[in-house]
């Protein structure tokens, strides 16, 4: 999974981009808070770097926003102001860390491995379940060796699932993960997306994973019958 850079100077933007990119993480670029909380896969991301002072809603006011939706996604704020009040300000908004410019971007690598493995995310981490293995880190699922390819929302719900196996995720859950916020979302949308999702990850492969609850939710799991 992505992380997101919420930053409006773009030359900083590139830099902390090919920074990540360089040390193995796949990063994703956006120019305001506003921006940000318009994303339908706000909350799937791994992690996000977030600059205090961006034009519209500030940084810590995007990050308070996102914690009220109940999201715990890691956050790092990068900030030209390091005083020790504006750190707790940031803290206290529901950052998990704080860094001030300037900064080398090596340093904000290792705080985004100590965020993301914290938060349980960590990069070196692979799920197998049957034949099915999952590679965050490169954003992969396989079956059998053979590459299953999956448009954005498909795989916000599968990260989801995987990450739950086992157990059963409401739909409810599921609309929050691929489609946002809001959740309000026709429910033939969703069953459709759900359709094409098993077309992909089940139909081809003799052992089926995902089980559907009808009017629960969605489950992954080793000996799922229809
Ligand atoms: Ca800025």
Redesign the pocket.
Same mark, same amino acid.
């Given at each position: 999974m992505p992380i997101l850079i919420v @930053? #409006? @100077?773009s030359r900083t933007a590139q830099e902390l981009r090919s920074g990540l990119e360089r040390s193995g993480f796949e990063a994703v670029v956006t120019e305001s808070g506003e921006a940000a909380l318009g994303m339908p896969q706000l909350t799937a991301f791994e992690a996000m770097v977030v #600059?205090v002072?961006?034009p519209g809603i500030s940084g810590l006011e995007l990050v308070k926003r996102l914690r009220e939706t109940g999201s715990r996604v890691p956050v790092l704020f990068l900030s030209a102001r390091g005083g020790l009040e504006d750190r707790l300000l940031g803290l206290e908004m529901g950052g998990d860390d704080y860094l001030a410019k300037p900064y080398s971007i090596l340093e904000v690598v290792a705080r985004l491995h100590v965020l993301t493995r914290r938060a349980g995310r960590d990069h070196s981490e692979r799920v197998e379940v049957a034949d099915l293995l999952w590679e965050p880190e490169a954003r992969r699922i396989t079956r059998s060796g053979h590459r299953i390819d999956l448009g954005p929302k498909e795989y916000a719900i599968m990260s989801l699932l995987l990450q739950n196996r086992g157990k059963v995720v409401p739909r409810r859950q599921l609309i929050q993960a691929a489609w946002g916020l809001e959740g309000t979302v026709d429910t033939n949308a969703v069953d459709a997306q759900i359709l094409r999702l098993r077309r992909k990850v089940d139909d081809p492969f003799p052992v089926k994973l995902l089980r559907t609850l009808r009017g629960v939710g969605l489950m992954l799991d080793l000996d799922a019958s229809r």
């Open positions: @930053e #409006d @100077e #600059d002072m961006l």
